[in-house]
């Protein structure tokens, strides 16, 4: 039986995403999109410390063998970025992106099975529903100055996942009007994607598909953006079970805590009269009863 969501950071983000455990150190690292920001909570003293940068940060990845360095989607490209001690990060940009539109930045991203790193765009105007999205693939070893997008035609790409054997790839939607999870095949020799097909369709389930999970057992785990619940999904697309948080906009979960068994879930903190949802923006911690698979950082 899951336990209640614990409220372990009353952090108030603005857009609390991309929660990464960082087991060597016992940490959560998450970023607050609008404010620029990378964070991180421990558990040993449950303190947080903020990074402050000059463009907004989206998405994140470890970076293989440095303990203090990350690859990060950011407003117009793939950054590595390392946090100082005067409470900002440093940039060094690996790679422009020519977006599709203005007024775009990166969105959800992560790193597949082998080490390659994937991240989406958005048009930073969901209200606008403008499909310029695309998702983009990293390795680094192609030097190129600019990225080559790899599926395009998205409005807010979310949801990236990774099965536990790295192949099958997970991918949603999560504008109002598309509000879809597909699964593809993925080639982990080449990290190509391919027979894209309708995992779940949540306009059938509550609330839009936001961040996303694997567990050890294969099943995807989302957040159900506007209905507070965090759904896991067998490998077939069937729901089984949905665990409540005590905020509206769920944003993204990540495995983490000693065992890989303690579920974290970023929120997002909307503007207007919040009295009915006061933790909203906090970052939470549930158990769901299954563990999880730790992030594969990135291998350049």
Same mark, same amino acid.
């Given at each position: ?127 606008? $529903?403008? +499909?310029? @999205? %695309?998702?983009?693939?990293? =390795? #680094? ?7 080559? !997008?790899? *599926? ?54 509550? $609330?839009? +598909?936001? @961040? %996303?999970?694997?567990?050890? =057992? #294969? ?7 506007? !209905?507070? *619940? ?58 769901? @009863? ?11």
């Amino acid at each position: 039986m899951a336990h209640q969501a614990e409220l372990i950071v009353d952090v108030r983000n603005a857009t609390g995403e991309s929660p990464v455990w960082v087991a060597s150190e016992q940490a959560l690292y998450w970023v607050d999109i609008p404010n620029r920001q990378l964070l991180r909570w421990k558990a040993a003293d449950a303190s947080v410390t903020r990074w402050t940068g000059e463009q907004m940060i989206a998405c994140i990845a470890r970076r293989q063998g440095d303990a203090n360095r990350w690859i990060a989607g950011m407003e117009d490209g793939l950054f590595d970025i390392a946090p100082q001690d005067d409470g900002t990060f440093a940039t060094t940009r690996l790679t422009d992106v020519s977006h599709a539109h203005a007024g775009m930045r990166f969105n959800d991203g992560r790193c597949d099975r082998q080490g390659r790193f994937w991240a989406g765009t958005m048009v930073m105007d969901m209200a606008a $529903g403008i +499909p310029a @999205g %695309a998702l983009y693939r990293f =390795d #680094g070893s192609a030097g190129d100055e600019s990225l080559a !997008a790899q *599926l395009n035609d998205f409005v807010v790409p979310n949801g990236l996942g990774f099965s536990p054997d790295g192949r099958t790839m997970y991918l949603s939607d999560s504008h109002p009007n598309v509000q879809c999870i597909w699964a593809f095949d993925y080639d982990i020799d080449s990290g190509t994607p391919s027979n894209r097909r309708v995992f779940v369709d949540m306009k059938q389930h509550p $609330g839009r +598909p936001d @961040g %996303a999970a694997v567990d050890v =057992d #294969g099943c995807y785990w989302i957040c159900g953006n506007d !209905a507070g *619940l965090i759904h896991r999904f067998t490998p077939d697309g069937r729901l089984d079970r949905s665990l409540p948080v005590p905020v509206k906009k769920p944003a993204m979960c990540a495995f983490g805590g000693a065992g890989l068994d303690t579920l974290f879930v970023t929120s997002i903190r909307p503007g207007g009269d919040l009295s009915d949802q006061p933790l909203a923006g906090g970052v939470f911690a549930l158990q769901p @009863g299954v563990s999880g698979l730790e992030e594969t950082p990135f291998r350049q």
